[in-house]
């Protein structure tokens, strides 16, 4: 393989849970040598969350850990003990990027954060992702993306009209953030470049969210209208919803945006004689009367799988899609094509799939070749191999419980 994008870019991975380990791993994906540091007496969070493997609680069979860990070394450094802190600068000198996704003031404790690494490393590029940034009046509030997308409006949007908010299924703003602070390392690296100089940078969570809500936010600043819950409708589209379909609680997702496709949509499905009626001849019309329209609709869809009338009305020009379910996106014959999940054999969860990015690099595709780490899995590799500490050294730091390859917590935080 080529040489990848990021080859010979070293990162000292002080992130957790969601936002901060992904960033991380999509350097890791192209190249970068991504060293994360955990405490063995307090675990990240993804460790004690599930889906664990056989339904088996433990601090190293998480999936949600295993994900956004790919392609990382692993190591446990305690950084409340004086020695824990002395290491990790260690690896800050020989790290190009520093991650910090901690609570604001966190890092500052251990003598880790920017102003404190600059010192050690001028020409660091430290990046923070955190909920509310790292200034103003709200800096100090923690939390994880559920906070952040409610703070963001998210959840005041989610649902149906006539019932309380729905908070999302995921925690939205951990999944989008990323890919605002990559392209923005990619610039740092390339001004470190040209310039020598290091950089900062701080992201908010909530401002990312906020962001990606600029329709509803541009509605309110324009014309005073307050966007608020419609389920799965749409104010400018109708049909806009899910369907049923035959099968066990298999749907499919109907969209349309005009009169053409409305008639195309009438033609698939054999102009029975409900279409011609004067109440769903225009979008107004139908907007004004959904219920109905929708109960329509799902009698028909109910006929046919989900795949059959995905596939009638693409043909037919008229935008649908299935609602796949996970094992219907393992069989799905375009993500096979890309090779999006990738299986690699994890020491205790066993042989399982991994995402690979959603994006490809023509000349220097992503490689995943090393499964996540088990808790301190790579000690010996990074404190030998990397920061060239002696057997006698590393023997001495197990003894103090500065480092380790075993948990020192109570079982409830493992989830048992």
């Known amino acids: 393989m080529a040489r990848q994008v990021f080859e010979g870019i070293k990162v000292a991975d002080f992130s957790w849970v969601g936002a901060g380990p992904q960033i991380a791993r999509e350097l890791a994906f192209y190249g970068a040598k991504v060293v994360r540091i955990e405490c063995h007496r307090w675990p990240e969070t993804t460790r004690t969350a599930g889906p664990f493997k056989d339904g088996i609680t433990g601090i190293n069979r998480?999936?949600?850990?295993?994900?956004?860990?790919?392609?990382?070394?692993?190591?446990?450094?305690?950084?409340?003990?004086?020695?824990?802190?002395?290491?990790?600068?260690?690896l800050v000198q020989w790290a190009d990027?520093?991650?910090d996704s901690m609570s604001v003031g966190a890092m500052a404790k251990w003598g880790l954060d920017y102003e404190s690494c600059k010192k050690i490393k001028p020409e660091v590029i430290y990046y923070s992702t955190s909920q509310m940034g790292q200034h103003g009046p709200l800096n100090k509030v923690k939390g994880y993306g559920f906070i952040g997308v409610s703070y963001a409006g998210y959840g005041n949007l989610n649902g149906w009209p006539d019932r309380d908010p729905l908070p999302l299924f995921n925690n939205y703003s951990d999944f989008i953030s990323p890919y605002y602070l990559i392209p923005a390392l990619i610039a740092a690296l390339l001004y470190r470049r040209k310039t020598g100089k290091g950089m900062y940078l701080d992201q908010s969570q909530v401002e990312v969210g906020v962001g990606f809500l600029a329709p509803a936010l541009m509605d309110y600043i324009v014309n005073g209208r307050i966007a608020y819950r419609m389920g799965n409708r749409d104010p400018d589209m109708a049909p806009h919803g899910v369907f049923p379909c035959s099968g066990t609680d298999r749907w499919v997702a109907i969209t349309i945006t005009n009169d053409e496709q409305w008639q195309s949509f009438c033609s698939v499905i054999g102009n029975p004689e409900w279409v011609?009626?004067?109440?769903?001849?225009?979008?107004?019309?139908?907007?004004?009367?959904?219920?109905?329209?929708?109960?329509?609709?799902?009698?028909?869809?109910?006929?046919?799988?989900?795949?059959?009338?995905?596939?009638?009305?693409?043909?037919?020009?008229?935008?649908?899609?299935?609602?796949?379910?996970?094992?219907?996106?393992?069989?799905?014959?375009?993500?096979?094509?890309?090779e999006h999940f990738r299986f690699l054999e994890h020491k205790e969860i066993g042989v399982h799939a991994y995402q690979s990015p959603a994006y490809r690099l023509s000349k220097t595709p992503c490689s995943i070749t090393k499964a996540a780490p088990c808790l301190g899995e790579d000690n010996e590799y990074v404190y030998k191999e990397i920061l060239g500490l002696s057997d006698d050294e590393i023997a001495d730091l197990l003894i103090e419980g500065v480092i380790t390859t075993d948990t020192d917590i109570p079982e409830v935080l493992c989830g048992k």
Do not use: C
């Not at 299935?322 to 375009?334: I, K, N, R």
């Open 62 to 90: 998480s999936a949600f850990t295993a994900a956004y860990n790919v392609n990382k070394y692993g190591i446990s450094l305690d950084l409340n003990m004086p020695k824990g802190q002395e290491i990790a600068k260690r």
């Open 97 to 99: 990027i520093v991650s």
């Open 276 to 338: 011609k009626d004067p109440r769903f001849s225009t979008m107004l019309g139908r907007k004004g009367n959904e219920d109905e329209l929708e109960e329509l609709i799902g009698q028909w869809t109910r006929n046919y799988t989900a795949e059959q009338v995905m596939t009638m009305l693409q043909e037919a020009r008229v935008p649908a899609g299935v609602v796949q379910t996970a094992e219907d996106l393992f069989h799905d014959p375009q993500l096979k094509h890309r």
